[in-house]
């Protein structure tokens, strides 16, 4: 066996016999890396951890589990789930998404078959992260997400109402509803007074105003709240139920599952469901807030960004394998939080590291400071996880879903949730937006009548072979040898459908009737009043100015312009054709007077019905949209909005001067009272533009010449110069990349200065005061068809990148 050892010589008087050689003219030795931590990420750690400590205690009494599990599921989130999950920036935790869940198995089966429960969902998600199917996890309808969130908050907030009045929850929301006017009847004072300063300073310290308020908010209001609350108790010498930490010696760990096996899966299921789906949407979330932050996402030379996409099927193996560890050890579910995250984010975290400090924190405040813990009162904690179920019933994500036409699906989930629970709810859910996707699938609208000699039959919505018994119907309306014309305003349409409809269309036509089939899909045949259809213009399809190439005769001048409003939104012939006389064959005029007939024909009949509403109950916009003049801005493209959404002023530069005799301007500080103070909208909107020709001749402007009314206007341009030549001003960015150049700088330092002029508005200023407006800058680069919405971020005025609708799930 010897023999088959390599031996090697070494030289006695070498004490290290394993040093490496360096080999001359090669590179140094590359020094061993050592372990460091960020500043940047040891304040965002204190920040994360001063928010985790109250609202885990908070979890665990609304749950029904002992305090300390809490404390265990925050530092298993922060050191196991931080350093193995996939989203470096997202902290993990005890969420009060999973309260309802959680207290309904500790209610069924008792606290040590719940922590096996928990262990077993992580093994779940540890075999659903091997297959890699997070990002099916994110298929689900946003509305099912939200409508399970918000019927788990309002099934906290109705629990935690017991306990804010000084009673005790029951097991479920109608007892908890039956039993609220006896527990009315018998208020306990000191909890009710203690609970009072707990909401009230969650309410107002975040709405300290001025300088001083700007310090103190960099404290967590969470924290204030409490602590405030329990000094108060403390001092006062209230006598009211406390925070009881029993020693860590008897804590209970995981035991044996105990109970029916399909209740034990079907728990199982909504635990690993309602976890799983949580931490994957706050992953998403938190990338959202990264890419505003451009010292995270921006290489440089020789090296790559900072913090890098999240990778969803590894955030689901750390999520499980950190439930794992928590049920063992005793603690509630682990999932990603939002409020956590984004503090963490906004704080200036910067790796990884941030979310395990947190953890390490944690375990030292469980370690040494429970004689502080255990002066907290348990109503304080009972109204803070109350405000937080408040929250988690967004309206901005009730307004969403009404808007996409899915609130009955969130209705349903909310409902089934609150009733139910939180599987059953979520399966009713499911159900119905699978029932809604069928009914859109299978509605389809066939309507026809008769104008000036031509049938029309007019089919809205996907045409399939369910919809060929209605379709024939309406067909068989047109008498034969008669003009027809076929609106399909539809993207689909099934073999069937077709078939029924080609045959009729050769049937017709060969009795001698013609047929002319429309649609808004490109390349459908479009015609013309006079039979042509040489224009294949659609919506936001490529096109210059509606000049169709057409024959240069007479009887074809007729042939080009657009197929609907939304074409004719951009102003015909406003650039880039040549000079014709007006009203000639091709001229401008003739092209605005197409574009409004093509507005006549294709467009006033679908929207007939919502203008006349409006013209009935009168303009209601929720927002302001200052915007530049210029051609290339259609507002109601970039904005998706319709008729009566935006209250839209246009002006050289978008600019707002500032309110006074000497640089006022009366009209758009006329129409900044008007949509204030009248129409009530909720929002102001300046958005600047990449290539702004006001801008461009601000910066090449030379003093004195002419006052020409241009110059005369252009003086209120005049502030955003100065402001990006003060170098005691940091310049406004956009995310992920510098500004093309000194035109693009100062189109996105108009914008913040702008917004400047707007809130010294009389008007403006006051609405702010009252919290009833808010004020938004955004930035629209042409070229890249890209909106950016103006944020800040260490402060410093960063445009991000507009990509989508999901938000951060409600705050947990």
């Given at each position: 066996m010897s023999a088959c050892v390599p031996t090697r010589t070494t030289d006695p008087s070498d004490s290290n016999s394993t040093r490496r050689i360096h080999r001359p003219h090669s590179p140094p030795p590359t020094p061993p890396r050592r372990f460091r931590v960020a500043g940047a990420d040891v304040s965002a750690s204190i920040a994360v951890?001063?928010?985790?400590?109250?609202?885990?205690?908070?979890?665990?009494?609304a749950t029904g589990a002992p305090l300390q599990a809490g404390l265990v599921a925050a530092a298993v989130g922060g050191l196991v789930a931080g350093r193995l999950g996939g989203s470096p920036l997202q902290v993990s935790g005890p969420a009060a998404g999973l309260t309802v869940v959680t207290a309904d198995l500790i209610h069924r089966y008792g606290w040590r078959t719940t922590c096996a429960i928990t262990v077993l969902a992580g093994v779940a998600q540890l075999g659903l992260g091997c297959l890699r199917v997070a990002r099916g996890a994110l298929a689900v309808s946003p509305a099912i997400v939200h409508g399970m969130l918000a019927g788990i908050g309002v099934t906290i907030a109705v629990a935690q109402?017991?306990?804010?009045?000084?009673?005790?929850?029951?097991?479920?929301?109608?007892?908890?509803?039956?039993?609220?006017?006896?527990?009315?009847?018998?208020?306990?004072?000191?909890?009710?007074?203690?609970s009072v300063l707990t909401l009230t300073l969650l309410f107002l310290w975040p709405r300290v105003p001025g300088r001083a308020g700007k310090l103190l908010r960099k404290v967590p209001t969470a924290l204030v709240a409490v602590a405030g609350a329990t000094a108060v108790a403390s001092l006062t010498g209230l006598t009211l139920p406390k925070v009881d930490l029993p020693s860590w010696s008897s804590h209970a760990l995981a035991g044996l599952p105990e109970g029916p096996v399909l209740g034990l899966v079907a728990a199982?299921?909504?635990?690993?469901?309602?976890?799983?789906v949580q931490s994957l949407l706050g992953a998403v979330a938190v990338d959202k807030l990264v890419s505003g932050r451009p010292d995270l996402v921006t290489a440089g030379p020789g090296r790559a960004a900072r913090v890098g996409r999240s990778d969803l099927d590894r955030e689901l193996l750390g999520q499980g394998a950190a439930n794992i560890v928590s049920g063992a050890l005793?603690?509630?579910?682990?999932?990603?939080?939002?409020?956590?995250?984004?503090?963490?984010?906004?704080?200036?975290?910067?790796?990884?590291?941030?979310?395990?400090?947190?953890?390490?924190?944690?375990?030292?405040?469980a370690l040494l400071m429970v004689p502080a813990l255990e002066l907290i009162p348990l109503a304080?904690?009972?109204?803070?996880?109350?405000?937080?179920?408040?929250?988690?019933?967004?309206?901005?994500h009730i307004r969403t879903v009404t808007r996409h036409r899915e609130v009955l699906v969130y209705a349903v989930t909310t409902l089934g949730v609150v009733f139910l629970g939180v599987l059953e709810g979520v399966t009713l859910g499911i159900a119905v937006a699978v029932g809604v996707a069928l009914h859109r699938l299978?509605?389809?609208?066939?309507?026809?009548?008769?104008?000036?000699?031509?049938?029309?039959?007019?089919?809205?919505?996907?045409?399939?072979?369910?919809?060929?018994?209605?379709?024939?119907?309406?067909?068989?309306?047109?008498?034969?040898?008669a003009v027809a014309v076929v609106?399909?305003?539809?993207s689909f349409m099934d073999h069937a459908a077709f078939e029924s409809l080609q045959d009729w269309q050769k049937t017709h036509t060969a009795q001698g009737g013609s047929v002319e089939l429309t649609g808004r899909r490109p390349g459908t045949r479009i015609a013309e009043p006079d039979g042509s259809a040489d224009c294949r213009c659609r919506p936001w399809t490529a096109w210059r100015n509606h000049q169709c190439e057409r024959p240069h005769s007479p009887s074809a001048a007729g042939h080009a312009g657009a197929s609907s409003a939304s074409s004719a939104s951009g102003a015909p012939g406003e650039a880039g054709g040549p000079v014709r006389s007006p009203g000639a064959p091709g001229s401008s005029g003739h092209d605005l007077a197409r574009g409004i007939s093509a507005f006549q024909r294709n467009t006033a009949p679908i929207v007939r019905?919502?203008?006349?509403?409006?013209?009935?109950?009168?303009?209601?916009?929720?927002?302001?949209?200052?915007?530049?003049?210029?051609?290339?801005?259609?507002?109601?493209?970039?904005?998706?909005?319709g008729p009566g959404d935006l209250f839209v002023v246009r002006n050289v530069g978008n600019l707002v001067p500032p309110p006074g005799e000497e640089s006022g301007d009366d009209s758009v500080a006329a129409a900044i009272e008007y949509a204030v103070d009248v129409l009530k909208v909720r929002s102001i909107t300046v958005c600047g533009h990449s290539g702004c020709g006001a801008m461009q001749a601000l910066l090449t402007s030379e003093p004195g010449g002419a006052r020409t009314p241009l110059k005369r206007w252009l003086r209120h341009g005049t502030p955003s110069l100065d402001r990006m030549a003060d170098d005691g001003r940091p310049w406004a960015r956009l995310a992920g990349r510098a500004p093309a150049d000194a035109v693009e700088q100062l189109c996105l330092t108009n914008v913040v200065q702008q917004l400047e002029h707007l809130s010294a508005h009389d008007s403006v200023a006051r609405a702010l005061r009252d919290g009833e407006l808010e004020l938004h800058g955004m930035y629209f680069h042409v070229g890249e068809a890209q909106a950016y919405l103006l944020t800040e971020a260490s402060g410093t005025e960063v445009f991000g990148r507009v990509t989508d609708a999901d938000g951060l799930p409600s705050p947990a």
């Open positions: 951890f001063l928010i985790a400590l109250p609202l885990s205690l908070g979890i665990a009494l109402l017991h306990i804010v009045l000084g009673g005790t929850p029951q097991s479920s929301v109608l007892d908890n509803l039956r039993a609220l006017p006896a527990q009315l009847a018998h208020l306990q004072p000191a909890a009710v007074s203690v199982v299921l909504t635990t690993t469901l309602v976890c799983s005793g603690g509630l579910p682990v999932a990603g939080v939002a409020v956590r995250s984004s503090a963490n984010v906004q704080a200036g975290a910067v790796s990884r590291n941030s979310t395990m400090l947190h953890g390490v924190l944690v375990v030292i405040a304080s904690l009972a109204a803070l996880v109350m405000a937080v179920g408040v929250q988690m019933v967004s309206l901005h299978t509605r389809t609208r066939i309507t026809h009548h008769e104008r000036e000699g031509v049938h029309h039959v007019h089919v809205r919505g996907q045409l399939t072979f369910l919809a060929v018994p209605r379709l024939s119907r309406a067909l068989h309306l047109v008498p034969q040898g609106e399909l305003d539809g019905g919502e203008l006349a509403r409006l013209a009935r109950e009168g303009q209601r916009p929720t927002q302001l949209f200052l915007t530049c003049a210029d051609s290339r801005l259609v507002t109601s493209m970039i904005t998706s909005s």
